[in-house]
C-alpha cells in the first residue's frame, strides 16, 4: 500500500494546461470554467464522460485521466476511517447455521 497520495487528476490537469487561460480550456472541453476549477481541485471525480472531454482536448487516453482517478479512489478508500468494516471474504469458512436451500446452486440459470 502506497504511504504517500497518488496525486488527483487535477493535479496533473493543472500542470498540463499551466499556461493556457481557464476559459479557453474550458470552451474547448465544454464545460464551463466553475466545472473546470472543480476538477482541478479535487471536488469533481474525473468520470469516464469527463476523460473523454480531456482526452480529445489534451490529446492524450482515456485510460490515462480514468487511471488517474481510480489510483486516488483506492489509496483514499484505503486509508479512509470510515470505510466499510463488516465486510469478509466470501471464501472463509461459513457459518454452519446457514439452511441448505439458501445456497445457490452451481447450475443456477441453466435449464
Request: net charge negative; aromatic share 8%; proline share 8%.
Amino acid at each position: 500500500m502506497l504511504k504517500e497520495a497518488p496525486p488527483r487528476p487535477g493535479e496533473a490537469l493543472a500542470k498540463t494546461i499551466s499556461g493556457h487561460r481557464l476559459t479557453h480550456v474550458a470552451d474547448c472541453l465544454g464545460v464551463n470554467v466553475s466545472t473546470l476549477q472543480r476538477v482541478i481541485r479535487g471536488d469533481f471525480r474525473v468520470t469516464p464522460a469527463m476523460a473523454y472531454r480531456l482526452s480529445i482536448a489534451l490529446e492524450t487516453p482515456m485510460t490515462y485521466w480514468l487511471n488517474l482517478q481510480t489510483e486516488r479512489d483506492v489509496w483514499d478508500m484505503q486509508h479512509d476511517k470510515d470505510r466499510p468494516t463488516n465486510v469478509k471474504s466470501i471464501y472463509e469458512p461459513e457459518a454452519s447455521d446457514i439452511p441448505e436451500q439458501e445456497t445457490l446452486p452451481f447450475d443456477w440459470g441453466e435449464e
